[in-house]
T-cell receptor
Framework: DTAVSQTPKYLVTQMGNDKSIKCEQN?????MYWYKQDSKKFLKIMFS???????INETVPNRFSPKSPDKAHLNLHINSLELGDSAVYFC??????????????FGEGSRLTVL | AQSVTQLGSHVSVSEGALVLLRCNYS??????LFWYVQYPNQGLQLLLK??????LVKGINGFEAEFKKSETSFHLTKPSAHMSDAAEYFC????????????FGKGTMLLVSP
Protein backbone atom coordinates (compact mmCIF):
# COMPACT_ATOMS: atom_id res chain seq x y z
CA ASP A 1 0.00 0.00 0.00
CA THR A 2 1.40 3.36 -1.03
CA ALA A 3 1.45 5.77 1.92
CA VAL A 4 1.88 9.06 0.02
CA SER A 5 1.04 8.91 -3.66
CA GLN A 6 1.43 11.58 -6.32
CA THR A 7 0.15 11.76 -9.86
CA PRO A 8 1.41 12.19 -12.46
CA LYS A 9 4.96 10.98 -11.95
CA TYR A 10 6.13 12.74 -15.12
CA LEU A 11 4.67 15.83 -16.75
CA VAL A 12 5.97 17.54 -19.89
CA THR A 13 4.22 20.69 -21.04
CA GLN A 14 4.66 23.96 -22.90
CA MET A 15 5.31 27.38 -21.39
CA GLY A 16 2.13 29.23 -20.56
CA ASN A 17 0.05 26.12 -19.89
CA ASP A 18 -1.76 25.34 -16.64
CA LYS A 19 -1.17 22.00 -14.94
CA SER A 20 -2.04 20.20 -11.70
CA ILE A 21 -0.31 17.60 -9.57
CA LYS A 22 -2.37 15.53 -7.16
CA CYS A 23 -1.33 14.06 -3.83
CA GLU A 24 -3.06 11.67 -1.48
CA GLN A 25 -1.93 10.13 1.79
CA ASN A 26 -3.47 7.16 3.61
CA UNK A 27 -1.48 7.54 6.83
CA UNK A 28 -4.16 9.47 8.68
CA UNK A 29 -1.81 12.46 9.06
CA UNK A 30 -3.12 15.95 9.66
CA UNK A 31 -0.44 17.94 7.87
CA MET A 32 0.63 17.85 4.23
CA TYR A 33 3.36 19.67 2.35
CA TRP A 34 4.70 20.49 -1.07
CA TYR A 35 8.46 20.67 -1.56
CA LYS A 36 10.29 21.69 -4.73
CA GLN A 37 13.58 20.04 -5.71
CA ASP A 38 15.52 22.02 -8.27
CA SER A 39 18.07 20.83 -10.82
CA LYS A 40 20.82 21.03 -8.18
CA LYS A 41 18.80 18.70 -5.93
CA PHE A 42 18.07 21.45 -3.41
CA LEU A 43 14.81 20.82 -1.52
CA LYS A 44 12.74 23.78 -0.44
CA ILE A 45 9.35 23.88 1.20
CA MET A 46 6.60 25.61 -0.74
CA PHE A 47 3.40 25.07 1.23
CA SER A 48 2.06 23.31 4.28
CA UNK A 49 -1.56 22.56 5.12
CA UNK A 50 -2.94 21.36 8.41
CA UNK A 51 -6.37 19.79 8.25
CA UNK A 52 -7.24 21.73 5.09
CA UNK A 53 -5.89 25.07 6.39
CA UNK A 54 -2.84 26.77 4.91
CA UNK A 55 -0.17 27.21 7.58
CA ILE A 56 3.02 27.78 5.57
CA ASN A 57 3.41 29.70 2.32
CA GLU A 58 7.06 30.28 1.54
CA THR A 59 7.21 33.21 -0.88
CA VAL A 60 5.99 31.14 -3.77
CA PRO A 61 4.63 33.01 -6.83
CA ASN A 62 0.87 33.24 -6.79
CA ARG A 63 0.80 31.23 -10.02
CA PHE A 64 1.09 28.28 -7.63
CA SER A 65 -2.15 27.51 -5.83
CA PRO A 66 -2.46 24.58 -3.47
CA LYS A 67 -5.85 23.13 -2.72
CA SER A 68 -6.77 20.74 0.06
CA PRO A 69 -10.28 19.30 -0.34
CA ASP A 70 -9.77 17.18 2.79
CA LYS A 71 -6.91 16.36 5.10
CA ALA A 72 -5.89 13.33 3.03
CA HIS A 73 -5.43 15.30 -0.20
CA LEU A 74 -3.29 18.24 -1.21
CA ASN A 75 -3.19 19.22 -4.86
CA LEU A 76 -0.91 21.73 -6.54
CA HIS A 77 -2.15 23.80 -9.44
CA ILE A 78 0.29 25.88 -11.46
CA ASN A 79 -0.87 28.59 -13.86
CA SER A 80 1.06 30.10 -16.76
CA LEU A 81 3.97 27.72 -16.48
CA GLU A 82 7.49 29.11 -16.91
CA LEU A 83 10.77 27.42 -17.79
CA GLY A 84 11.98 27.95 -14.23
CA ASP A 85 9.14 25.86 -12.88
CA SER A 86 10.85 22.75 -14.23
CA ALA A 87 11.68 20.68 -11.13
CA VAL A 88 10.66 17.65 -9.15
CA TYR A 89 7.77 18.38 -6.80
CA PHE A 90 7.44 16.26 -3.69
CA CYS A 91 4.37 15.87 -1.59
CA UNK A 92 4.82 14.88 2.08
CA UNK A 93 2.76 14.37 5.20
CA UNK A 94 3.27 14.26 8.97
CA UNK A 95 1.23 13.86 12.14
CA UNK A 96 1.03 16.75 14.62
CA UNK A 97 0.88 17.19 18.35
CA UNK A 98 2.21 14.44 20.59
CA UNK A 99 2.49 12.08 17.63
CA UNK A 100 4.83 14.47 15.88
CA UNK A 101 8.43 13.32 15.74
CA UNK A 102 9.33 15.82 13.06
CA UNK A 103 9.56 13.15 10.40
CA UNK A 104 8.01 13.75 7.02
CA UNK A 105 6.75 10.94 4.82
CA PHE A 106 7.43 11.66 1.17
CA GLY A 107 5.79 10.67 -2.06
CA GLU A 108 7.83 9.51 -5.06
CA GLY A 109 7.88 12.93 -6.65
CA SER A 110 6.44 14.44 -9.83
CA ARG A 111 8.96 15.56 -12.42
CA LEU A 112 7.69 18.62 -14.27
CA THR A 113 9.44 19.67 -17.47
CA VAL A 114 8.42 22.95 -19.08
CA LEU A 115 9.49 23.39 -22.72
CA ALA B 1 15.80 30.12 12.27
CA GLN B 2 17.14 26.68 11.47
CA SER B 3 19.69 25.73 8.83
CA VAL B 4 21.79 22.79 7.74
CA THR B 5 25.24 22.65 6.17
CA GLN B 6 26.48 19.54 4.46
CA LEU B 7 30.21 19.59 3.75
CA GLY B 8 31.05 18.22 0.34
CA SER B 9 28.60 17.96 -2.52
CA HIS B 10 30.27 14.69 -3.55
CA VAL B 11 32.01 12.01 -1.51
CA SER B 12 33.79 9.10 -3.20
CA VAL B 13 34.70 5.89 -1.42
CA SER B 14 35.77 2.41 -2.42
CA GLU B 15 33.55 -0.55 -1.73
CA GLY B 16 34.26 -1.77 1.80
CA ALA B 17 35.62 1.58 2.99
CA LEU B 18 34.23 3.74 5.76
CA VAL B 19 31.51 6.18 4.78
CA LEU B 20 31.45 9.58 6.52
CA LEU B 21 28.99 12.26 5.44
CA ARG B 22 29.14 15.49 7.41
CA CYS B 23 26.25 17.59 8.63
CA ASN B 24 26.21 20.66 10.85
CA TYR B 25 23.05 22.37 11.93
CA SER B 26 21.90 25.63 13.38
CA UNK B 27 18.80 25.81 15.53
CA UNK B 28 17.58 28.17 18.22
CA UNK B 29 15.77 25.38 20.07
CA UNK B 30 16.48 21.68 20.62
CA UNK B 31 16.30 20.15 17.18
CA UNK B 32 15.05 17.01 15.58
CA LEU B 33 17.63 15.79 13.06
CA PHE B 34 17.23 13.47 10.13
CA TRP B 35 19.11 11.78 7.35
CA TYR B 36 17.20 10.94 4.21
CA VAL B 37 18.46 9.02 1.18
CA GLN B 38 17.35 9.54 -2.40
CA TYR B 39 18.14 6.91 -5.01
CA PRO B 40 18.09 8.01 -8.66
CA ASN B 41 14.63 8.99 -9.87
CA GLN B 42 13.05 8.07 -6.57
CA GLY B 43 11.56 9.83 -3.56
CA LEU B 44 13.17 10.43 -0.18
CA GLN B 45 13.50 7.57 2.26
CA LEU B 46 14.22 8.07 5.94
CA LEU B 47 17.56 6.55 7.02
CA LEU B 48 17.47 7.58 10.66
CA LYS B 49 16.36 10.32 13.02
CA UNK B 50 17.37 11.93 16.30
CA UNK B 51 14.53 13.13 18.50
CA UNK B 52 16.23 13.89 21.84
CA UNK B 53 16.65 10.31 23.03
CA UNK B 54 19.95 8.43 22.58
CA UNK B 55 22.65 10.54 20.93
CA LEU B 56 23.89 7.61 18.82
CA VAL B 57 21.17 6.69 16.39
CA LYS B 58 21.11 3.54 14.32
CA GLY B 59 19.26 3.49 11.04
CA ILE B 60 18.54 1.23 8.14
CA ASN B 61 21.14 -0.39 5.85
CA GLY B 62 23.88 -0.27 8.52
CA PHE B 63 24.02 3.52 8.79
CA GLU B 64 24.31 5.40 12.06
CA ALA B 65 24.71 8.99 13.18
CA GLU B 66 25.81 10.69 16.37
CA PHE B 67 24.27 13.88 17.70
CA LYS B 68 26.95 16.14 19.20
CA LYS B 69 25.39 19.22 20.70
CA SER B 70 28.74 20.87 21.50
CA GLU B 71 29.74 20.62 17.84
CA THR B 72 26.22 21.14 16.45
CA SER B 73 26.89 18.12 14.26
CA PHE B 74 25.02 15.04 13.13
CA HIS B 75 27.47 13.16 10.90
CA LEU B 76 26.36 9.99 9.11
CA THR B 77 28.64 6.94 9.07
CA LYS B 78 28.70 3.40 7.81
CA PRO B 79 31.64 1.08 8.53
CA SER B 80 31.75 -0.59 5.12
CA ALA B 81 30.34 0.90 1.92
CA HIS B 82 28.39 -1.19 -0.53
CA MET B 83 27.79 -0.43 -4.18
CA SER B 84 24.08 -0.14 -3.44
CA ASP B 85 24.78 2.79 -1.08
CA ALA B 86 25.47 5.08 -4.04
CA ALA B 87 22.80 7.77 -3.77
CA GLU B 88 22.12 11.35 -2.69
CA TYR B 89 22.01 11.89 1.08
CA PHE B 90 20.21 14.76 2.74
CA CYS B 91 20.57 15.98 6.28
CA UNK B 92 17.56 17.86 7.65
CA UNK B 93 16.57 19.71 10.80
CA UNK B 94 13.18 20.34 12.33
CA UNK B 95 12.47 22.34 15.44
CA UNK B 96 10.35 20.66 18.08
CA UNK B 97 6.88 22.05 17.62
CA UNK B 98 3.37 21.07 16.73
CA UNK B 99 4.05 21.39 13.02
CA UNK B 100 7.05 19.94 11.23
CA UNK B 101 8.95 22.00 8.75
CA UNK B 102 12.04 20.21 7.59
CA UNK B 103 14.92 22.37 6.44
CA PHE B 104 17.25 20.39 4.22
CA GLY B 105 20.93 20.62 3.51
CA LYS B 106 22.05 20.79 -0.11
CA GLY B 107 22.73 17.08 -0.24
CA THR B 108 25.83 14.95 -0.65
CA MET B 109 26.18 12.52 -3.51
CA LEU B 110 27.88 9.32 -2.35
CA LEU B 111 29.84 7.57 -5.09
CA VAL B 112 31.05 4.02 -4.46
CA SER B 113 33.69 2.47 -6.68
CA PRO B 114 34.53 -1.25 -6.93
Amino acid sequence: DTAVSQTPKYLVTQMGNDKSIKCEQNLGHDTMYWYKQDSKKFLKIMFSYNNKELIINETVPNRFSPKSPDKAHLNLHINSLELGDSAVYFCASSPIGRKNTGELFFGEGSRLTVL
Amino acid sequence: AQSVTQLGSHVSVSEGALVLLRCNYSSSVPPYLFWYVQYPNQGLQLLLKYTSAATLVKGINGFEAEFKKSETSFHLTKPSAHMSDAAEYFCAVSEESGYSTLTFGKGTMLLVSP
